[in-house]
């Protein structure tokens, strides 16, 4: 298992969809009422999320990585 359980906030206001990086290494929130996408780092060996980044983005309702 990759440990206990962890709760983490989406850093904004009305969370619509989260998605993990192709690589594994970032989760990334879009907040549709705060108008940002919250970036958290995901340690693959512990489970762990940590703040990343954030930034301003209109209305975000989904987050999609081009193939």
């Known amino acids: 298992l990759l440990g206990d359980l ?3 906030g989406c850093g904004g206001d009305f969370p619509r969809d989260f998605v993990f990086s192709p ?3 970032f989760v990334l929130c879009a907040n549709q ?4 996408i919250d970036v958290l ?4 060996s512990t489970g762990a999320l940590t703040v ?3 930034f301003s983005y ?7 990585f081009d193939a």
Do not use: N
Request: with cysteine; hydrophobic share 25%; aromatic share 8%.
């Open 6 to 8: 962890q709760a983490y």
């Open 23 to 25: 690589d594994g290494k």
């Open 33 to 36: 009422k705060s108008s940002s």
């Open 41 to 44: 780092c995901f340690d693959q």
């Open 52 to 54: 990343a980044s954030s």
């Open 58 to 64: 209109p209305t975000p309702t989904a987050v999609l």
